[in-house]
T-cell receptor
Framework: SQQGEEDPQALSIQEGENATMNCSYK?????LQWYRQNSGRGLVHLIL?????REKHSGRLRVTLDTSKKSSSLLITASRAADTASYFC??????????FGAGTRLFVKA | DAGVTQSPTHLIKTRGQQVTLRCSPK?????VSWYQQALGQGPQFIFQ???????QRGNFPDRFSGHQFPNYSSELNVNALLLGDSALYLC??????????FGSGTRLTVV
């Protein structure tokens, strides 16, 4: 079973627009991470936010975490065609197991 | 600096056969995790190896086994292959618990 559930499952936007993806999870976490995957290849780590943090930025990425609602969001500003990929949230609940959601498929039209 | 290297990149096996997938971690990393990713799904944790021992295991049957060598490289073995084992198998390495570097994966097709 998967801990994280991303929403929406798929998102199609124009280049230059912002893209927002949401992730909900079920149990308490130590941290939450976001990854990108291009065309079924390996995952690339984007950003990690710890359970005591509320917001984190990295370039055009902004991640928020609301532990009371057990949810996180990933915002990509000024999207580019190269941002087309699947985006996954992943959680660590303790132990050494990172649990991934089913992902949001983002398509950015040039 | 090479990242995580997985071999082979693609593999076709017949139901009932056995398969071995290989992973070389990123230089300086000592921990290797394996994931199975079915088409259109997120990666599912199989197990993690550290100091040549299986440190944690996900909900996978005993047909899935692994090994870590003294140079930190790792193998994933799957016995008695089923059609449902067809997936992308991803290896990830890390030095600490949270920041994983993933390989490009091995695409396994069971026919």
């Amino acid at each position: 079973s998967q801990q994280g559930e991303e929403d929406p499952q798929a998102l199609s936007i124009q280049e230059g627009e912002n893209a927002t993806m949401n992730c909900s999870y079920k149990t308490s976490i130590n941290n939450l991470q976001w990854y990108r995957q291009n065309s079924g290849r390996g995952l690339v780590h984007l950003i990690l936010i710890r359970s005591n943090e509320r917001e984190k930025h990295s370039g055009r990425l902004r991640v928020t975490l609301d532990t009371s609602k057990k949810s996180s969001s990933l915002l990509i500003t000024a999207s580019r065609a190269a941002d087309t990929a699947s985006y996954f949230c992943a959680t660590e609940t303790g132990g050494f197991k990172t649990i991934f959601g089913a992902g949001t498929r983002l398509f950015v039209k040039a | 600096d090479a990242g995580v290297t997985q071999s082979p990149t693609h593999l076709i096996k017949t139901r009932g056969q056995q398969v071995t997938l290989r992973c070389s971690p990123k230089s300086g990393h000592d921990t290797v995790s394996w994931y199975q990713q079915a088409l259109g799904q997120g990666p599912q944790f199989i197990f993690q190896y550290y100091e040549e021992e299986e440190r944690q295991r996900g909900n996978f049957p005993d047909r899935f086994s692994g090994h870590q060598f003294p140079n930190y490289s790792s193998e994933l073995n799957v016995n008695a292959l089923l059609l449902g084992d067809s997936a992308l198998y991803l290896c990830a390495s890390s030095l600490n618990r949270y920041l994983y570097t993933f390989g490009s994966g091995t695409r396994l097709t069971v026919v």
